[in-house]
Nanobody, 122 residues
Framework: QVQLVESGGGWVQAGGSLRVSCAAS????????VAWVRQAPGKQREFVAA????????YYADSMTGRFTISRDNAANTVYLQMNSLNPEDTAAYYC???????????????WGQGTQVTVSS
């Protein structure tokens, strides 16, 4: 089993920045990578970014490239998502998810966190 706990969400004005974290525990070595997935009210889940546990390979959804940065601290078993130039369309619950699938997204995801809310006001 793998446990994922997100933190760091909150409220920010448009144009601002926020960093969310995903602390992993358990059998993380059984997965290949971690992704951030978001879901806005009334919308489907949307892939944001993914990173491998080993090698640091990263992958972004086109709309996030240049604004968001995914990184990891293997010693702390934590994955981060730095979000810059936020706009109201980025408002969503942000989930981290771990999967055994192939790169670049490592899905389908076997484990999910509880999510952290990010709200961007105009």
């Amino acid at each position: 089993q793998v446990q994922l706990v997100e933190s760091g969400g909150g409220w920010v004005q448009a144009g601002g920045s926020l960093r969310v974290s995903c602390a992993a525990s358990g059998r993380t070595f059984s997965t290949n990578g971690v992704a951030w997935v978001r879901q806005a009210p009334g919308k489907q889940r949307e892939f944001v970014a993914a990173i491998s546990w080993s090698g640091g390979t990263t992958y972004y959804a086109d709309s996030m490239t240049g604004r968001f940065t995914i990184s990891r601290d293997n010693a702390a078993n934590t994955v981060y998502l730095q979000m810059n130039s936020l706009n109201p369309e980025d408002t969503a619950a942000y989930y981290c998810a771990a999967g055994r699938g192939p790169p670049p997204q490592f899905g389908p995801y076997d484990y999910w966190g509880q999510g952290t809310q990010v709200t961007v006001s105009s």
